[in-house]
């Protein structure tokens, strides 16, 4: 059994933090769950660009406000407490923070090792030796 408090992964490298977005992973790769576990919060009045091509993720938001809008349609989902998202067929998204922070849990599929933030392109890549 793992047992783990999120308060332990403050200030380790399992606390990632972009200008948009800070994420405590809490269950990675390494740990053999089959996904990764993480509590993430989206700064105030900021825009993320995320397209996960080598990952699945669900997201349940715990508090705050903001939206999420798919760039293929434009659509704009608001998002509140008690509010769940699932990019399953690896959406291009906005990610955009209201007037309080967004605080989130998320879910990946492949998990996460731990370290991966969005590339130019939105991406988080596959490990090396996941990748062919």
């Known amino acids: 059994m793992i047992v783990r408090n999120v308060k ?3 200030g380790t490298k399992d ?3 972009t200008d948009t977005w800070m994420s ?3 269950l990675l790769k390494k740990d053999g769950m089959g996904f990764s576990f993480h509590e993430t919060t989206i700064f105030p009045r900021t825009r993320t660009h995320i397209h996960y ?3 699945l993720e ?3 938001v715990i508090e705050g406000d903001g939206h999420v809008e798919t ?3 434009g659509k704009k989902h608001m998002l509140s407490p008690g509010v769940v998202y699932a990019l399953n067929e690896n959406d291009e998204h906005w990610l955009c923070g ?3 922070p967004l605080r989130v849990i998320c879910v990946f599929n492949p998990p996460l090792t731990g370290q991966e933030v969005h590339d130019a392109k ?3 890549p596959l490990p090396v030796a996941e990748a062919a």
Do not use: K, L, M, P
């Open 58 to 60: 669900a997201v349940w």
């Open 8 to 10: 332990d992964v403050i």
């Open 98 to 100: 209201g007037e309080t």
């Open 122 to 124: 939105g991406v988080y």
């Open 71 to 73: 760039i293929a349609d």
């Open 15 to 17: 606390e990632v933090r």
């Open 24 to 26: 405590r992973r809490v």
């Open 53 to 55: 091509q080598n990952h």
